[in-house]
């Protein structure tokens, strides 16, 4: 299994990594939905730059997901 790293990954990319038997769309929904059950999680995350319509995670807001629902 390789080393997960904690770099920029699009919403859909980092979402397979968590839910690999799923479709892209459908993982990246369900992703959305775990962080959506951490309103602490969602509050950091639009500080550090996220918006709706991100299509992507920057370095930092990976590391507070992994911090929040861990490392896929």
């Given amino acids: 299994m390789e080393e997960f790293r904690c770099r920029m990954y699009g919403k859909t990319e980092l979402a397979l990594k968590y839910c690999p038997h799923l ?21 950091e995350l639009k500080r550090m730059g996220m918006m709706d319509k991100s299509r992507c995670f920057t370095p ?12 896929p």
Wanted: charged letters at 20%; proline letters at 3%.
């Fill in 23 to 43: 479709s892209g769309s459908a993982a990246r929904r369900k992703l959305m939905q775990w962080i959506a059950l951490q309103p602490q999680l969602v509050e």
């Fill in 60 to 71: 930092i807001q990976v590391r507070l997901i992994i911090e929040a629902i861990g490392e």
